[in-house]
């Protein structure tokens, strides 16, 4: 149990929260999966236009927002993902921010501040491309970057990790228990496809725009990234804010669970439209016969 209004839906692609997660066996790629492209098209299709009306729902409702957080290495389809899955939804109901590396504003504060201030407000959706997690992920591997935050003191990295993930619970939480709905994705992508895409984005013009060198410098560090990934999921992986490792190996299979998960967590909130009292109603009734004549 848990002092918030909502828990996370099932799915077998859901971080535990025992802490018990092994990215060794997380799967990049759905096995067995009997449904060919167009099929998963046609049913993502299906779920765009549920999430559609359920965001039209979730507006005029007016309790709750979400928030969706994508953490992913390079080229596992975060931008791609989040274009198709909110491709029906009303633009004045929804904002992606990605962020990238921090400016000097952002470095004068706490980790939290620059995505606090862009939190979506109720009854909208808001989408994090990378996130606070940047700074238990990246930073955790490259901890020379530390060096430009200027923190007071600086304890052990130990300490700092643990000290970060505690924070990150704290803030997730208090999300919660205030309305905000909030979905993390860890799209799971494999080092082989990684390196296929990135080729792609080298050979083919229209793509090259895509690529960084930095790309290659954060592939490199695989197996560290993937320890930071499978500690900060464990470590922050809870009912009222839970991690999904998605595999990312099938673009199409992906997108579809994404939405699934997201339409599934809508639905779950029990939505629906301010219902007006009798005073209203009857001055609504009053409106009417006026525009009629």
């Given at each position: 149990m848990t002092d918030c209004t909502h828990t996370a839906v099932d799915s077998p692609y859901r971080v535990p929260f025992d802490g018990d997660f092994l990215v060794d066996k997380s799967p990049t790629l759905v096995k067995d999966d009997a449904l060919g492209k167009s099929v998963r098209e046609k049913q993502l299709g299906e779920q765009v236009e549920q999430l559609a009306e359920l965001q039209r729902v979730l507006y005029a409702h007016d309790r709750y927002s979400i928030l969706l957080v994508f953490q992913a290495m390079d080229a596992a389809g975060k931008d791609s993902t989040i274009r198709a899955v909110l491709s029906g939804v009303d633009p004045s109901g929804c904002e992606v921010h990605s962020f990238k590396r921090p400016s000097a504003e952002e470095l004068d504060r706490d980790f939290l501040w620059r995505t606090s201030c862009r939190l979506p407000q109720r009854g909208r959706i808001g989408v994090f491309n990378r996130s606070y997690y940047e700074e238990v992920l990246a930073v955790r591997v490259h901890p020379e970057l530390l060096a430009?935050?200027?923190?007071?003191?600086?304890?052990?990295?130990?300490?700092?990790?643990?000290?970060?993930?505690?924070?990150?619970?704290?803030?997730?939480h208090h999300l919660a228990r205030n309305g905000t709905v909030v979905i993390k994705f860890w799209l799971n992508v494999s080092l082989e496809e990684q390196r296929k895409r990135l080729l792609?984005?080298?050979?083919?013009?229209?793509?090259?725009?895509?690529?960084?060198s930095?790309?290659?410098?954060?592939?490199?560090?695989?197996?560290?990234?993937?320890?930071a990934y499978q500690d900060a999921l464990?470590?922050?992986?809870?009912?009222?804010?839970?991690?999904?490792?998605?595999?990312?190996?099938?673009?199409?299979r992906m997108r579809l669970i994404v939405a699934d998960i997201v339409v599934r967590t809508l639905q779950s909130l029990k939505l629906e439209y301010p219902s007006l009292s009798a005073e209203e109603q009857a001055q609504l009734a009053i409106m009417r016969k006026r525009l009629k004549r």
């Amino acid at each position: 149990m848990t002092d918030c209004t909502h828990t996370a839906v099932d799915s077998p692609y859901r971080v535990p929260f025992d802490g018990d997660f092994l990215v060794d066996k997380s799967p990049t790629l759905v096995k067995d999966d009997a449904l060919g492209k167009s099929v998963r098209e046609k049913q993502l299709g299906e779920q765009v236009e549920q999430l559609a009306e359920l965001q039209r729902v979730l507006y005029a409702h007016d309790r709750y927002s979400i928030l969706l957080v994508f953490q992913a290495m390079d080229a596992a389809g975060k931008d791609s993902t989040i274009r198709a899955v909110l491709s029906g939804v009303d633009p004045s109901g929804c904002e992606v921010h990605s962020f990238k590396r921090p400016s000097a504003e952002e470095l004068d504060r706490d980790f939290l501040w620059r995505t606090s201030c862009r939190l979506p407000q109720r009854g909208r959706i808001g989408v994090f491309n990378r996130s606070y997690y940047e700074e238990v992920l990246a930073v955790r591997v490259h901890p020379e970057l530390l060096a430009a935050q200027r923190l007071p003191q600086l304890p052990s990295q130990e300490q700092l990790w643990t000290q970060r993930f505690d924070s990150i619970r704290d803030h997730e939480h208090h999300l919660a228990r205030n309305g905000t709905v909030v979905i993390k994705f860890w799209l799971n992508v494999s080092l082989e496809e990684q390196r296929k895409r990135l080729l792609a984005r080298l050979e083919q013009p229209e793509k090259n725009w895509k690529f960084e060198s930095s790309d290659i410098v954060a592939r490199e560090r695989w197996g560290d990234y993937m320890q930071a990934y499978q500690d900060a999921l464990n470590h922050t992986s809870r009912p009222w804010a839970p991690w999904y490792a998605i595999p990312a190996d099938s673009k199409s299979r992906m997108r579809l669970i994404v939405a699934d998960i997201v339409v599934r967590t809508l639905q779950s909130l029990k939505l629906e439209y301010p219902s007006l009292s009798a005073e209203e109603q009857a001055q609504l009734a009053i409106m009417r016969k006026r525009l009629k004549r």
